[in-house]
């Protein structure tokens, strides 16, 4: 897939609907994209990071930026929130050049950033009221801090707060403004499983409330839970993108897996779903004597990468 | 520039400021500290010379040649052997200067032609002009014993005291060290303000600032308001502390408002320049001791050497012994203060420059 493809009006029903009710909002005819990157590039003292990188993002749509460390993720996001211009290319977010109206741009948007940069000795929501004074808005910050579930905590001081709840607090404060556009690098990184499921959802109801969401990860289960649509980066080029379930269709290998005992012996037949006479090759393996399990195979996201990058997503 | 984020941010910094334990506690114990030590510190300055003597067989006529002496700043106390004497400026007893032994029988060999010996005792550390002037003395008084005239008339002399005559009136050492408590004040705010960058560049907190609407220049005034402000009550607070707020107030409060700018400045450098606690001090003090030269150098007045005169706190220490000592106004002080403009301006912009650049790089 060409990396300056931008694909919207993709299929929703592909079966990949992450509870998300946003596709009856979000009409690509109607609505302008939130965030446009044309060709955007940039390099670190002669080296470069993000090699003309092309994408949009609708209003209420979640696109996931998956690749490994260093493929240019976080410098993109770094570019698109006004903190690096770009050395080539053209940014417009909410239908605002970057970084010329970068001042308009960032009152409506939110990041979480990778590091904790939280104010430690202030309390949670000391921190979320200075950054809602920044934004000149009035913040609810019980209400808020409920989002996240650190309500009970809202006067502590961060320093006595675990990584996971300094995490929670980083997206909290993220929305404080209500956000149009929300950035997030590594959103649920050294969460546990609970706190990582209520991010996520806490990421889907910004997108259902119209925000587009960028959002950078290693993870790839996070990618395929989280995203619409996923854009593999790969030493500063997009490689691929598309919505999950249509990558995993066009690059992904079906199978199925039948397993039936012969003799004391178990064996084992792999059937490519995509290979001639498939449909009769798997009747005859269910209707054999001695059969045991049968499982169906979907190539994962970070098979795909492999497939495409030639190497692992770590 | 923004004033309400620049406000919401100085706001978040003098909050941050007062729950900083660390400086806070340097701070308090800082200013308790200067305002003792100076009030403990001497306030008046003993002009007088003590001498010691041991002259057997003389009382009578030294009552004569010394009948004016205390009224001319001379105290002389007697011994009544050449041992105790040295004994005696050995130990610091009385604060004795120098001692003169004249020996017995002296007025009759002078009379008889010859030339008795008079021992000069000076303690050690005496520096060579109190041993020369002590020598010149001891002279004058032989003449004088012996009733014998000098052997040169000195011509009609007229003195002209040029500046303010502080005859009576010297430096107190009280005086002396306002200056620098002063400067050591402005100081510690200059590793609480570096203390504070430091803080919001190593945790990045800075790049939190910059994705809302804060802009860097924002960020930079806010800081720049918060060093000044703070290192400007320090002073003021501790001039008002030691009694001297009311001596020239305008032109003090301009001067300690414009060290407060300095030190700022230099807290913006030393906080862009250290990644953690050590590296703050580190370059903080770099700073600092050679800064501390011209504080220290008002101790010796007039020792001051052309490079100690060329340094960034020598306008401001001149102008604070001059409007506190000298009763000095704003004309007097002129030079100085356009100094310290000067080097503000240096000073400021070299920290907001590295400041700046320090951030872009995050």
Request: hydrophobic share 50%; proline share 4%.
């Amino acid at each position: 897939m060409a990396d300056t493809a931008a694909v919207h009006g993709h299929d929703h029903d592909h079966g990949h609907d992450h509870g998300h009710d946003h596709h009856q909002r979000h009409d690509p005819a109607r609505d302008d994209p939130a965030i446009r990157a044309h060709a955007i590039a940039f390099a670190y003292d002669g080296s470069p990071a993000v090699a003309g990188i092309s994408f949009e993002v609708q209003p209420g749509e979640v696109l996931g930026f998956l690749g490994p460390n260093g493929a240019g993720k976080s410098t993109t996001i770094k570019m698109l929130t006004g903190q690096l211009v770009p050395d080539a290319g053209t940014i417009e977010v909410l239908g605002m050049g970057m970084p010329k109206r970068r001042n308009e741009v960032q009152a409506r948007m939110g990041v979480v950033f990778e590091e904790k940069n939280l104010y430690e000795e202030m309390t949670g929501i000391a921190n979320l009221r200075f950054f809602a004074e920044l934004f000149g808005t009035e913040v609810d910050t019980d209400a808020l801090l409920e989002r996240v579930d650190l309500r009970d905590r809202g006067e502590d001081r961060v320093a006595d707060y675990s990584k996971g709840m300094r995490q929670r607090l980083m997206v909290a404060r993220a929305l404080v403004n209500r956000p149009d556009v929300l950035f997030l690098d590594e959103p649920t990184d050294g969460l546990d499983p609970v706190s990582a499921r209520a991010v996520r959802e806490l990421i889907r109801d910004e997108a259902r409330r119209g925000a587009a969401v960028v959002l950078t990860t290693h993870d790839m289960h996070e990618a395929d839970d989280l995203s619409d649509r996923v854009a593999f980066i790969d030493e500063g080029r997009v490689i691929a993108m598309d919505t999950p379930e249509s990558l995993k269709l066009e690059y992904g290998q079906r199978s199925v897996r039948v397993r039936r005992r012969v003799g004391d012996a178990v064996e084992e037949e792999v059937i490519g779903l995509d290979d001639d006479g498939a449909a009769d090759r798997v009747r005859d393996a269910v209707a054999r004597e001695g059969l045991l399990t049968v499982h169906t195979d979907e190539a994962t996201l970070e098979d795909i990468f492999v497939q495409l990058a030639g190497r692992g997503l770590v | 520039m923004n004033g309400r984020v620049v406000w919401a941010i100085l706001k978040k910094d003098l909050w941050a400021f007062s729950r900083d334990r660390l400086w806070m506690t340097l701070t308090v114990i800082g200013i308790a500290f200067y305002v003792i030590v100076y009030w403990l510190l001497p306030d008046t300055v003993d002009e007088s010379l003590k001498l010691g003597l041991h002259a057997p067989g003389l009382e009578d006529v030294l009552g004569t040649a010394l009948a004016g002496a205390p009224e001319q700043g001379l105290a002389v106390t007697t011994f009544s052997t050449e041992e105790a004497l040295a004994s005696a400026l050995e130990a610091g007893d009385g604060d004795l200067v120098a001692g003169l032994a004249i020996p017995e029988g002296f007025i009759a060999d002078v009379r008889a032609g010859a030339r008795p010996v008079v021992t000069l005792y000076v303690p050690g550390e005496a520096p060579a002009e109190v041993r020369d002037a002590i020598g010149g003395f001891a002279s004058e008084l032989a003449f004088a014993i012996a009733g014998t005239p000098p052997p040169a008339d000195v011509p009609g002399l007229t003195e002209v005291v040029v500046g303010r005559d502080r005859a009576g009136d010297q430096v107190t050492l009280r005086e002396s060290f306002r200056p620098i408590f002063v400067f050591f004040a402005l100081m510690i705010e200059v590793f609480a303000l570096a203390a504070l960058v430091a803080g919001e560049i190593s945790r990045r907190t800075v790049v939190a600032l910059l994705v809302t609407p804060a802009r860097l220049v924002d960020f930079l005034a806010a800081k720049t308001i918060l060093g000044t402000l703070l290192a400007f009550a320090e002073a003021v607070l501790l001039m008002a502390l030691l009694d001297v707020l009311g001596v020239g107030t305008g032109p003090l409060l301009v001067t300690l408002l414009l060290g407060s700018v300095l030190v700022t400045g230099i807290g913006l450098l030393a906080g862009s320049s250290g990644k953690d606690f050590l590296g703050i001090i580190f370059y903080a003090m770099a700073f600092v001791l050679p800064l501390a030269v011209p504080a220290f150098a008002v101790l010796f007045p007039g020792t001051a050497a052309a490079w100690v005169r060329m340094l960034p706190t020598y306008g401001l220490v001149n102008a604070i012994v001059g409007i506190t000592t000298e009763g000095a106004g704003f004309g007097d002080i002129a030079g100085d203060l356009a100094a310290l403009v000067v080097w503000c301006f240096v000073s400021l912009a070299i920290g907001l420059l590295v400041l700046r650049r320090k951030v872009a790089t995050l």
